[in-house]
C-alpha cells in the first residue's frame, strides 16, 4: 500500500508563493493529485497529473497561478502556488489513482494533509 505524506503548509501572505511536497512511499507511477479542503467547505480539486506525458489538469480557480509537477525518481509530487489569496487557505491533501485516471472520484490514496492559511 502507498503511503503519501504532504509538507510545506504554514501561514503566509496574500501574493507569496508557497510550494507543496507529496512524498510518496515507494514507486509510485500514478497520476496524482491535489485537493484541498476549506472550512465548512467540501473538499475540492486543485491539479492532478499523470505519471506519462499527458498533460496536467487544473481546476480554473488556480490556473496560471499553481503548477503541479513531479520527481520520479525522488517519488514526490509538487504544488508550486503563486499569487496567494486567502480563498486559497485550505487543509491540502494529495492523493493517487492508480487505474491514472483524471476522475475525480477515482483517486483512493490520500494523505494527512498540511494546512495553508493566506492572510490578507
Known amino acids: 500500500q502507498v503511503q503519501l505524506v504532504e509538507s510545506g503548509g504554514r501561514l503566509v501572505q496574500a501574493g507569496d508563493s508557497l510550494k507543496l511536497t507529496c512524498a510518496t512511499s515507494?514507486?509510485?507511477?500514478?497520476?496524482t493529485a491535489w485537493f484541498r479542503q476549506a472550512p465548512g467547505k467540501e473538499r475540492e480539486f486543485v491539479a492532478a497529473i499523470s505519471w506519462s506525458s499527458a498533460p496536467p489538469r487544473y481546476t480554473n480557480s488556480v490556473k496560471d497561478r499553481f503548477t503541479i509537477s513531479r520527481d520520479n525518481a525522488k517519488n514526490e509530487i509538487y504544488l508550486q502556488m503563486s499569487s496567494l489569496k486567502p480563498e486559497d487557505t485550505a487543509v491540502y491533501y494529495c492523493?493517487?489513482?492508480?487505474?491514472?485516471?483524471?476522475?475525480?472520484?477515482?483517486?483512493?490514496?490520500w494523505g494527512q494533509g498540511t494546512q495553508v492559511t493566506v492572510s490578507s
Open positions: 492523493a493517487i489513482n492508480i487505474r491514472g485516471t483524471y476522475a475525480e472520484d477515482e483517486f483512493g490514496v
Open positions: 515507494g514507486r509510485a507511477l500514478y497520476t
